[in-house]
Nanobody, 127 residues
Framework: QVQLVESGGGEVQEGGSLRLSCADS????????MGWFRQAPGKEREFVSA????????YYAKFVKGRFTISRNKVQNTISLEMNSLKPEDTAVYYC????????????????????WGQGTLVTVSS
């Protein structure tokens, strides 16, 4: 069974950095795209970033471009999200996701559109 496990969330001051990681404990996602979504209190879940199974193609939401960097370790079946220059509005639960569909289609994806989701990790940015 495929399982995604996120780690790296926490509390940071505005302008600080955090690194999120997502591991595929089932080691079965070799040909899946993987990515990150987030959900702030009272808001819909939204796309943050994604990476193709090859690790070549990267996708970012406009509001994080230039601040966040996604990467993939194909040997370990993990992805990471390096988050810099964090803002209070980045406060949310961050979810890892994986699916066989092209990550270029994920900008408007909802929970039911992608096959695998992690449990989420909370990121809190204080001003």
């Amino acid at each position: 069974q495929v399982q995604l496990v996120e780690s790296g969330g926490g509390e940071v001051q505005e302008g600080g950095s955090l690194r999120l990681s997502c591991a595929d404990s089932g080691r079965t996602l070799g040909n899946y795209g993987m990515g990150w979504f987030r959900q702030a209190p009272g808001k819909e879940r939204e796309f943050v970033s994604a990476i193709s199974w090859s690790g070549v193609h990267l996708y970012y939401a406009k509001f994080v471009k230039g601040r966040f960097t996604i990467s993939r370790n194909k040997v370990q079946n993990t992805i990471s999200l390096e988050m810099n220059s964090l803002k209070p509005e980045d406060t949310a639960v961050y979810y890892c996701a994986a699916d066989k569909s092209p990550p270029s289609d994920w900008y408007r994806a909802t929970t039911g559109d992608l096959e695998v989701w992690g449990q989420g990790t909370l990121v809190t940015v204080s001003s």
